[in-house]
């Protein structure tokens, strides 16, 4: 059974921090794109990053280039997401996303989603 769970959520003030994690079992991802979404109260799921099996490309949303990093270890089968600078607009729970299919851009189609992970960020 795939399993993939986040961690490293949690509050913070603006300005400040946070790490999140993904680990994956069930099944190796190691040759497939993986990435982050969230959903703030009241809005759909929105594309946050992405980064292919071997990290070659790594794309994000307008709203956090250059603030948040996605990155992976494939060894372990996990993938990060490190939010600098973070704002109240960040406030959202974010999701783990594995496989599925990547084209370009925001355009990825996970195949397997985490239970997600509440950030807030304070003002």
């Known amino acids: 059974q795939v399993q993939l769970v986040e961690s490293g959520g949690g509050l913070v003030q603006a300005g400040g921090s946070l790490r999140l994690s993904c680990a994956a079992s069930?099944?190796?991802?190691?040759?497939?794109?993986m990435g982050w979404f969230r959903q703030a109260p009241g809005k759909e799921r929105e594309f946050v990053a992405a980064i292919t099996w071997n990290g070659g490309i790594t794309y994000y949303t307008d709203t956090v280039k250059g603030r948040f990093t996605i990155s992976r270890d494939n060894a372990k089968n996990t993938e990060y997401l490190q939010m600098d600078s973070l704002k109240p607009e960040d406030t959202a729970v974010y999701y783990c996303a594995a496989g599925g299919q990547y084209y370009s851009g925001i355009n990825y189609y996970p195949g397997y989603w985490g239970p997600g992970t509440q950030v807030t960020v304070s003002s």
């Open positions: 069930g099944r190796t991802f190691s040759r497939n794109t």
